[in-house]
């Protein structure tokens, strides 16, 4: 256990925290969703999406092989409901203290801005981070509804910390979020429909990047026929084999950090939590 968390379940297949190895994966949750500005519960991601995670084989038929990673999960951190800053801020010290394990932080969500708490602590880590972003939104507000801290900044924070970003799957944003975009050098935007006529253009470009990458899925990047319950549902995205291909290319590459976010339901067995538990299970699944 980490400091400043608790446990209510655990990822199917993960090691019991006795013998940490190093260089694996430690999950945490962060059921908070105090920033919602639509479809609320959130908060509930963690524990439906670890309940989900049960219903998958060891053997992941999908690339024929067996989940054999090792990976521990530490439970969910103590969010401070209500309080978006002081939440990131926790997020920040509990992947501080994975890194001082020399673990790498796997974060489900909870809403999107449980990022930025994890890309700051990474950014200072490493000097020339990439983040990629997979989300139906850019989420490079500057404030929204006057919040600096809230969901739909998320990659507006992570910008000014300096990393590059790479985001896929867009097909929502303000006309300000297109200026930004425009007057800067390190944003690189692969559209939603790009992702269904380029996909090959889209992993050059992935396996071409160097330097440690941090992966961020905002379940809203897949379409809501598959993935419907996330906090801002948004027509015409991903399917499921796209987001296998990207897992196969990141994999190959220097992940630092994962997080799945913006699963919100309290029902069991809910087809969002299933598709958020695949994602986090096949990237597992891959790296090893
Ligand atoms: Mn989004």
Redesign the pocket.
């Known amino acids: 256990m980490l400091l400043n968390t608790y446990e209510p379940w655990k990822f199917a297949f993960s090691q019991e925290i006795e013998d940490i190895t190093e260089n694996s994966f430690g999950i945490i949750g962060v059921p908070f969703d105090s920033t919602t500005s639509y479809h609320s519960g959130a908060r509930l991601g963690p524990i439906v999406v670890r309940e989900a995670s049960f219903g998958f084989e060891k053997f992941n038929t999908v690339f024929n092989k067996d989940l054999t990673a090792t990976f521990y999960d530490f439970g969910d951190v103590n969010v401070i409901p209500g309080n978006c800053e002081g939440t990131c801020n926790i997020i920040e010290d509990t992947v501080n203290e994975l890194l001082d394990l020399n673990l790498k932080p796997l974060i489900i969500g909870g809403e999107?801005s449980a990022s930025i708490g994890a890309i700051k602590a990474l950014s200072e880590k490493y000097d020339k981070l990439t983040v990629i972003h997979l989300?139906?939104?850019r989420?490079l507000a500057f404030d929204f509804i006057g919040e600096k801290y809230s969901h739909a900044t998320v990659m507006r924070r992570a910008h000014e910390m300096g990393v590059n970003l790479v985001q896929i799957g867009i097909r929502s944003s303000s006309s300000d979020e297109e200026e930004f975009v425009k007057s800067t050098y390190n944003i690189q935007t692969f559209k939603n429909k790009d992702t269904h006529k380029h996909m090959d253009a889209i992993e050059y470009y992935l396996t071409n990047i160097d330097g440690p990458i941090y992966i961020s899925v905002?379940m809203?990047v897949i379409d809501p026929s598959l993935a419907p319950h996330v906090g801002?549902p948004t027509p015409g995205g991903l399917f499921i084999s796209e987001i296998e291909n990207l897992l196969v290319t990141l994999s190959r590459k220097n992940v630092v950090g994962f997080d799945v976010v913006?699963t919100a339901t309290d029902r069991l067995g809910d087809n969002t939590a299933v598709v958020a538990a695949k994602i986090i299970y096949d990237f597992l699944t891959l790296i090893e």
């Open positions: 999107h989300d139906a939104h989420d905002d809203d801002n913006e």
